[in-house]
């Protein structure tokens, strides 16, 4: 099936599976909370709606592989591989705070050919196929021109798990906050992606993340001329579980703020 086509499909599975996410937040009971590990929340809720996702991905590539958060299903496809994160900023969830997505990529190989990003409580559908361009809900989108930091809003994650790096990171916080317009933490990196995407955020950078948090907002970043890389601005295949994320101008001055407080010993020797 051509990549078009499919998008269209997999925007549509991605609709059903958040219209189901924004009914059960109507009545959500926070007694259904599990603990994965370090606030690491999930319920019901993401495990269901990846069941929905999965089984209408299922036969559109019949022997793809699933690479999801919650492993309702788990192989490798040869070829072809799905990327999902089935609710995307579960802690915003659970607390009843309005940003969470849907996530939905397809690789090809080793490479990212189609990604949705469906913003639930906006109705916003981000979605990008590889050469196809990057749209929301139906208009095409671009990265933001802004390549000085003065006028740019910048995205981030803060850590909440593995706190080894945290003093580096506030010192890019404080670094960041005084040259541009603020520093923004959302909580749904999918959403971060799709905001550089259309331009709202200038750039984004979070580390600790997995393929399912970010595969799908890397394609469409890309799809609308930013770059969506490591630290480094290497394309790396999620290996370092980084992620960068703007118009190429705002990313290598980001990549070097980065490097400098992140790398430093390695960069001065
Ligand atoms: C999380 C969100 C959040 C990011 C975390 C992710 P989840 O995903 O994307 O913005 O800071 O690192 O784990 O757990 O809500 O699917
Ligand atoms: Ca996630
Ligand atoms: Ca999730």
């Known amino acids: 099936m051509e990549l078009e ?11 059903t599976a958040g219209n189901f996410i924004r009914t059960e937040g109507e009545n959500f009971d926070p007694a259904k909370i599990e603990y994965k590990g370090h606030n690491d929340l999930v319920s019901y809720v993401d495990k269901t709606a990846e069941k929905i996702i999965v ?18 299903i788990a192989r490798d496809g040869e070829v072809y591989n799905w990327i ?6 579960t802690t915003n ?4 705070l309005p940003t969470f997505s849907v996530s939905i990529a397809l690789q090809k190989g080793n490479e990212l050919v189609l990604g949705v990003v469906y913003e639930i409580n906006r109705d916003e559908c981000f979605y990008a196929w590889k050469d196809g361009g990057a749209y929301l ?3 095409k989108i671009s990265v933001s021109a802004n ?13 909440y798990y593995d706190f080894e790096l945290l003093e580096k990171y506030i010192d890019i916080f404080r670094e960041l906050t005084k040259i541009c317009h603020g520093v923004r933490r959302l909580g749904s990196a999918a959403v971060d992606l799709a905001y550089v995407a259309c331009g709202r955020f200038d750039a984004y950078f979070e580390y600790n993340l997995n393929a399912y948090d970010i595969a799908a907002g890397m394609v469409i970043v890309r799809e609308a001329g930013g770059l969506a890389t490591d630290f480094r601005l290497n394309d790396d295949n999620f290996a370092s579980r980084e992620i960068l994320a703007g118009n190429a101008g705002i990313a290598q001055l980001m990549s070097g703020i980065l490097k400098t407080h992140f790398f430093k010993e390695s960069t001065d020797c």
């Open 5 to 15: 086509k499919l998008t269209t499909i997999v925007v549509n599975i991605a609709k």
């Open 93 to 96: 969830f659970i607390h009843a």
């Open 137 to 139: 809900n139906g208009k």
């Open 84 to 89: 999902i994160d089935p609710l995307d900023g």
């Open 55 to 72: 089984d209408a991905l299922l036969p559109l590539i019949p022997d793809a592989g699933f690479i999801t958060e919650e492993k309702v």
């Open 147 to 159: 390549d000085s930091f003065n006028k740019s809003l910048i995205a981030t994650g803060f850590p």
